[in-house]
């Protein structure tokens, strides 16, 4: 990440340079190693600033934890064990990150501390699960629980995007067949309609009315949605707005529900991986709720990390939040109770995973009926609209015969 700061130099000189660090500490810590002193810093603009910040993806990531883990087990050590791994990385992002983990890790640093380093392009929870396994002496084991997290969370992920894809279609083809007739079809008629020397029908006029707007107004309408665009993203970049969305979102009837079901199932799988990697709890639950998808739950689940703290149990903690189900509450209580709250945890994700699935199956199965009817009544009413004044027309001459 790009920072443009206002730092004073060791001879008393105040400069404005560029740097590049992943957060403001880190950039605070560094320019103190350098001697600087820093008066201000902001962001340099960049994509990072719509929220196209570069990552490492999580199928690249789930395939390099397996094979680390690998080759940790057959007894390489852990640096020839990151140059095999870089001779045979294609991707580049993540082969340039590959190579500065490599480098700080031959100067003697953590391997959780060299990914740590490396900022946004990797989940907060992987270098949370390396610490884990550093401590415990036990990273190939928790490399391969990582791996499985990932597999497990692609897995949904693809049954969603898999289930979307038919109502997706139904979608771009009613909208594509509307611009057709808009932009392509319907002006060519105009001046047909206007050598009827008759009042056009209502729906007519309104369709006219619609291509010539679509007609003129394209650009600035594409201009207005990109700026929208800008504007919202830019907007979602601001301290506590995207929380503000997303608490909007799981408001929603039933899909606020299912987001609800799906963040549920991320921070109950997420906590019971790091806790069986041996993180504890207090610690476990931080990096689980900056791993929350929806960030109005991450934000009431951070929130929950202090009243454990102060000796609450977990289940009084994350009830106060008013985020979780009963059900959640009542297993994880379980958990507690028997000292088995990991295993529980994971019980909660594929409880949520399984029905979250169901749901989601019968949304898409009630919603393609749904497109297919309103893209044969959109289309049936503007070919009435379209054909209509030829009717009336015909109408005309048999009276007159």
């Not at 950039?27 to 820093?38: F, T």
């Not at 929806?294 to 990390?305: C, G, I, P, S």
Request: with cysteine.
């Amino acid at each position: 990440m790009e920072w443009v700061c206002r730092v004073g130099t060791p001879t008393g000189e105040v400069i404005e340079r560029s740097f590049a660090a992943p957060d403001e500490g880190s950039l605070r810590a560094e320019l103190e190693r350098q001697g600087l002193y820093l008066f201000s810093a902001r962001r340099a603009f960049s994509l990072a600033n719509l929220g196209f910040e570069p990552r490492v993806a999580p199928s690249l990531l789930q395939l390099f934890s397996q094979e680390l883990a690998a080759l940790l087990k057959a007894g390489l050590p852990l640096l020839q064990s990151l140059e095999v791994m870089l001779e045979r990385q294609k991707e580049p992002t993540f082969r340039r990150s590959l190579e500065q983990v490599r480098d700080r890790v031959r100067n003697g640093v953590a391997l959780s501390e060299a990914f740590r380093a490396e900022g946004p392009l990797y989940p907060p929870m992987f270098a949370a699960s390396l610490v884990a396994g550093e401590r415990s002496g036990s990273l190939e084991l928790v490399l391969r629980r990582f791996s499985q997290y990932l597999r497990l969370s692609l897995g949904l992920r693809r049954k969603a995007i898999a289930a979307s894809i038919y109502p997706l279609v139904l979608l771009t083809t009613m909208l594509g067949l509307i611009a057709v007739l808009l932009l392509r079809v319907i002006p060519q008629f105009e001046s047909f309609y206007e050598g009827l020397a008759a009042e056009l029908p209502l729906p007519t006029r309104v369709l006219l009315r619609l291509s010539d707007l679509a007609t003129t107004g394209a650009p600035w309408l594409a201009v207005a949605v990109i700026a929208a665009f800008v504007g919202f993203r830019l907007w979602l970049g601001r301290q506590g707005s995207a929380a503000v969305l997303d608490a909007a979102l799981l408001k929603l009837p039933y899909f606020g529900t299912m987001l609800r079901m799906y963040a549920t199932a991320q921070l109950a799988r997420t906590l019971s991986t790091l806790l069986q990697g041996g993180l504890p709890l207090l610690h476990a639950l931080e990096v689980a709720a900056a791993s929350i998808g929806n960030r109005a739950m991450a934000r009431a689940v951070a929130e929950a990390t202090p009243r454990i703290r102060e000796g609450r149990s977990l289940t009084a903690s994350l009830e106060e939040t008013r985020m979780l189900d009963d059900l959640a509450l009542e297993m994880i209580k379980v958990g507690e109770h028997t000292g088995s709250l990991a295993d529980m945890l994971n019980s909660v994700a594929e409880f949520y995973d399984e029905q979250l699935e169901v749901r989601l199956q019968a949304a898409l199965a009630l919603l393609e009926p749904i497109m297919l009817v309103l893209m044969a009544v959109i289309v049936a009413a503007m070919l009435l609209a379209f054909y209509l004044p030829m009717f009336e027309a015909i109408s005309a001459i048999q009276g007159r015969l």
